[in-house]
């Protein structure tokens, strides 16, 4: 669980950051069955470097990330993680609530010497809540700073409420990158492998890019409180709202709202 100077920390910050939530056997499991998962997915579309006309300051030449959803459909290990105690000991903590759902989960890889930069963004654009109880837990597969691509943030800017969406092409969204530029950000410095940071998904953040020889991987879980509600029918994925602790008292209302979005 969080002490009391964690939670405090991230709710003035946004964020924070945590150790020893997953054992290195989880760990290991982990990272074996994503580069498996990665190897027998190459042969297809994986690219996922972010659209628009925001510009990368930091390099002219192509680059990529590689992407994959839902992996708690490909692997065990992954659900397993979806469930561990300790975290979701973290997330009712800051959410308020013991009834949490799955939102959807998701890995990202940046390669060697060619890691895509993100944009600063919120990731509220994506998947607006009511209440705003969305947040992030992004895990460290890796030695992690900013030269191999590792997060940066606004600290204290999840307080700012919706920024302004810049985002240039349809499904990609971004913040003002003058207003809120990389350089001024602050980098998560020297993160290691296995370090999870949990983060409001008002906060904002971004990426640098991957210059060095060493591989970026992340695991991303995205988890909202059971009471919380959709401000617009976006971002489906499978097993979205899959209860991860405690109950949804409002299943069977929200599937069929869902079902009346649709016709």
Same mark, same amino acid.
């Given at each position: 669980?969080?002490?009391?100077?964690?939670?405090?920390?991230?709710?003035?910050? &946004?964020?924070?950051?945590?150790?020893?939530?997953?054992?290195? =056997?989880?760990?290991?499991? =982990?990272?074996?069955?994503?580069?498996?998962?990665?190897?027998?997915?190459?042969?297809?579309?994986?690219?996922?470097?972010?659209?628009?006309?925001?510009?990368?300051?930091?390099?002219?030449?192509?680059?990529?990330?590689?992407?994959?959803?839902?992996?708690?459909?490909?692997?065990?290990?992954?659900?397993?993680?979806?469930?561990?105690?300790?975290?979701?000991?973290?997330?009712?903590?800051?959410? &308020?609530?013991?009834?949490?759902?799955?939102?959807?989960?998701?890995?990202?890889?940046?390669?060697?010497?060619?890691?895509?930069?993100?944009?600063?963004?919120?990731?509220?654009?994506?998947?607006?809540?009511?209440?705003?109880?969305?947040?992030?837990?992004?895990?460290?597969?890796?030695?992690?700073?900013?030269?191999?691509?590792?997060?940066?943030?606004?600290?204290?800017?999840?307080?700012?409420?919706?920024?302004?969406?810049?985002?240039?092409?349809?499904?990609?969204?971004?913040?003002?990158?003058?207003?809120?530029?990389?350089?001024?950000?602050?980098?998560?410095?020297?993160?290691?492998?296995?370090?999870?940071?949990?983060?409001?998904?008002?906060?904002?953040?971004?990426?640098?890019?991957?210059?060095?020889?060493?591989?970026?991987?992340?695991?991303?879980?995205?988890?909202?409180?059971?009471?919380?509600?959709?401000?617009?029918?976006?971002?489906?994925?499978? =097993?979205?709202?899959?209860?991860?602790? &405690?109950?949804?008292?409002?299943?069977?209302?929200?599937?069929?709202?869902?079902?009346?979005?649709?016709?």
């Amino acid at each position: 669980m969080l002490t009391g100077e964690q939670l405090r920390f991230y709710r003035e910050n &946004g964020y924070v950051v945590l150790d020893s939530v997953f054992s290195s =056997c989880e760990l290991e499991e =982990c990272s074996a069955e994503y580069n498996q998962l990665f190897e027998r997915k190459k042969e297809a579309d994986l690219e996922a470097t972010w659209r628009g006309d925001w510009k990368d300051r930091s390099q002219s030449e192509a680059t990529s990330v590689l992407s994959i959803h839902s992996l708690q459909n490909h692997a065990g290990i992954f659900t397993k993680m979806l469930l561990n105690d300790g975290l979701l000991d973290a997330i009712q903590q800051i959410t &308020g609530s013991g009834n949490i759902l799955l939102h959807h989960t998701k890995a990202h890889v940046k390669p060697p010497d060619k890691g895509s930069s993100f944009p600063m963004h919120q990731d509220y654009h994506y998947f607006p809540y009511k209440n705003d109880s969305m947040v992030a837990v992004f895990i460290h597969l890796d030695d992690t700073d900013s030269d191999n691509g590792g997060l940066a943030v606004f600290p204290g800017s999840h307080l700012l409420g919706p920024q302004e969406d810049k985002g240039s092409v349809a499904g990609w969204h971004y913040v003002d990158q003058d207003v809120f530029s990389i350089e001024k950000a602050t980098p998560l410095k020297d993160i290691k492998k296995g370090q999870v940071v949990i983060f409001s998904y008002l906060l904002i953040h971004g990426s640098y890019p991957n210059s060095s020889a060493r591989v970026r991987r992340m695991l991303l879980f995205q988890m909202m409180a059971a009471e919380d509600e959709k401000l617009k029918e976006s971002h489906s994925s499978p =097993c979205q709202g899959m209860v991860l602790r &405690g109950r949804n008292i409002n299943a069977e209302a929200n599937i069929k709202k869902r079902f009346e979005n649709l016709n």
